[in-house]
């Protein structure tokens, strides 16, 4: 399988409970990722990546 997936940003999330327990300091909102903004991902084998997972983070 080779097929193309058009992924676009929603929302971003800073959730300060979590950044505070497991973040290091001075950690913000992913600057590469903005409302809006999207991507084009390249699935060569769905099975392979969790559910969910943009390929680009493996």
Known sequence: MNEE???????????????????????????????GAYSFEKIIDVYSLPVGAMSSSF
């Not at 800073?14 to 913000?28: A, C, F, I, N, S």
């Open 5 to 35: 997936l058009k992924i676009t940003v929603l929302k971003t999330l800073l959730l300060e409970d979590v950044v505070r327990q497991y973040g290091k300091e001075g950690l913000g909102p992913c600057a590469a990722m903005k409302e």
